[in-house]
């Protein structure tokens, strides 16, 4: 298998130093995992294993740990950013990423990467959406999102009504703009009603920026 920088001999290691007890091996796991397993959202014939690994691990006590956080992060502990792992991982097999790809004449269906990620979307799922009532909200808001691109799946995709109610009421009334515009577009692209739901962003905030700040709790709970 490869990554961004030739074999993934290393991702078994990077994978174990997730839950790893030092707050420094963890961070630099994650960090690898964005820049060398999923590097600028490519999908390599490593990501779809650690993705399966990454979702068997969530429940797992020690992704409560923190981690460092860059300026800009998402707030949450280490289960919240794999999650956002898992949710841009699966971004990159979505229908939209397909349809791009047909466009500029790249078949999906001959890109084993993008292949082996849609067939692991099932178990992804099961895996995310068992935090989609998590007491820590930002927890709760990176499962949310995560099932958002999961749910293109034609086995799937009959769970969009029963998590519209979670977009509106938990992450498009989420602190963070990011979260806010990704659960209108979902709401739009679903054909669900988006009335008196807005967009908050950040005036002065530069492209691709992720504002840390006090998240809210809605309360709000549903069932897949």
Not at 18 to 39: I, P, Q
Not at 41 to 69: F, H, Q, W
Not at 94 to 112: I, K, Q, S
Request: charged letters at 25%.
């Amino acid at each position: 298998m490869d990554h961004a920088y030739d074999t993934a001999e290393d991702v078994p290691q990077i994978l174990l130093d997730l839950v790893d007890a030092d707050l420094r091996v963890r961070s630099k796991a994650l960090s690898r995992l964005h820049h060398v397993v999923h590097h600028q959202n490519t999908l390599y014939t490593a990501t779809a294993p650690a993705a399966v690994y990454v979702a068997g691990i969530l429940s797992d006590v020690r992704t409560l740990e923190t981690v460092e956080k860059e300026p800009h992060a998402f707030p949450g502990p280490m289960r919240a950013e794999l999650m956002g792992w898992l949710d841009s991982v699966a971004n990159a097999a979505d229908d939209e990423t397909a349809a791009t790809m047909r466009r500029f004449g790249f078949p999906p269906e001959e890109y084993l990467p993008f292949v082996e990620i849609c067939r692991f979307r099932p178990q992804i799922f099961h895996a995310v959406s068992a935090f989609l009532n998590d007491p820590d909200v930002d927890v709760r808001a990176a499962a949310i999102s995560a099932c958002i691109p999961l749910l293109d799946d034609p086995r799937l995709i009959h769970h969009r009504n029963s998590l519209a109610p979670l977009l509106r009421d938990v992450l498009a009334a989420n602190i963070l703009w990011q979260y806010q515009e990704r659960a209108v577009d979902a709401l739009e692209r679903w054909g669900q009603d988006t009335t008196g739901l807005e967009v908050r962003r950040e005036p002065y905030a530069p492209p691709g920026s992720r504002p840390r700040a006090e998240t809210i709790d809605a309360g709000t709970e549903t069932h897949l």
